[in-house]
């Protein structure tokens, strides 16, 4: 599979996790955000297990149990709890310094080089997420700022590792321990802070389907193929995407709306995508300048 079409295939992971605010607002309101996530999770980690029919070797637990909190049971808990004591735009803003995060990661874990358009290129996909959902009546809660900047670390590392600890086996079986392993984690939050089961009505059991399987299941195939495939720094970029579908779908489903400084907020972030999409090309052209012009 070419670059391009591997570039498609995990931007799609973001786009559709975009949407995934809007169903939980509009079909699982009443539901406690731990017990959406665990629901997410685990059914979808529990079908590719029974497709692929295959458990971790005794020696991948604890990395597979590390993943899994990592990409989905830390991040998804910490979250929902930035969600809890921020409003939306300032716990997506602080999110949104999850690519910078991964290139100084990446450096540490997996020797990569620091390119300066790769940091640029973050530091404007932060200033845009900020100008596209950062309004002027924003609140700052310390524990919420904490649980936002702590699950930025949270995917940002685990999305490295997963490109470190490959194990040899297919994309859907590496999928199907992390989501499994972190939807358990979940169920076990959930029960102890919030052990009163949901009542889901008819809609609410589609919404979550809706979740689990083209907003788990399927996008974290999508994801974990990018991770594999591309350097962490371009894989991370691309959840900008998805803060920015959120906004998009509440402009055209919700009538939210969407000024100037939105505007400027969706191009901007588009913008920082494209430099970190193209960063080391961009660096490669620099470097041969000096030389077209002798």
């Not at 699982?28 to 079908?47: F, I, Q, S």
């Not at 290139?103 to 932060?126: D, T, W």
């Not at 900047?149 to 949270?154: E, L, N, Q, V």
Request: aromatic share 10%; proline share 5%; charged share 10%.
């Amino acid at each position: 599979m070419n670059e391009r079409a591997t570039l498609a295939i995990t931007a799609l992971a973001p786009l559709i996790w975009g949407s995934s605010y809007i169903v939980a607002t509009e079909f699982l309101a009443g539901v406690n955000p731990l017990w959406t996530a665990a629901l997410r999770a685990l059914p979808a980690g529990l079908l590719l297990l029974l497709l692929v029919r295959r458990l971790p070797s005794r020696d991948w637990w604890g990395r597979i149990f590390i993943l899994g909190a990592l990409n989905i049971g830390a991040f998804w808990a910490l979250l929902f709890l930035a969600a809890y004591r921020l409003p939306g735009g300032v716990a997506a803003t602080i999110m949104a310094i999850q690519p910078l995060l991964v290139i100084f990661i990446a450096r540490m874990a997996l020797g990569a080089r620091i390119q300066p358009v790769s940091v640029f290129a973050a530091l404007m996909g932060f200033a845009g997420i900020a100008l596209l959902v950062l309004g002027a009546d924003a609140g700052w809660d310390s524990l919420g700022v904490l649980a936002a900047a702590g699950g930025a670390f949270s995917m940002a590392l685990g999305t490295v590792l997963a490109r470190r600890w490959r194990p040899d086996v297919s994309l859907v079986t590496f999928t199907a321990w992390q989501l499994a392993a972190g939807g358990i984690q979940l169920l076990v939050a959930a029960l102890l802070f919030t052990p009163a089961l949901p009542v889901i009505d008819t809609g609410g059991i589609w919404a979550l389907a809706y979740l689990a399987v083209p907003g788990a299941a399927i996008t974290f195939l999508f994801w974990f193929h990018g991770v594999a495939r591309l350097e962490p720094a371009r894989v991370s970029s691309l959840g900008l995407l998805s803060p920015l579908m959120a906004v998009l779908l509440g402009w055209v489903f919700l009538h939210q709306s969407l000024g100037a400084q939105q505007m400027a907020g969706v191009v901007l972030t588009l913008v920082s995508v494209w430099a970190s999409q193209n960063a080391g090309r961009m660096l490669f052209q620099f470097k041969l300048s000096p030389n077209k012009r002798t």
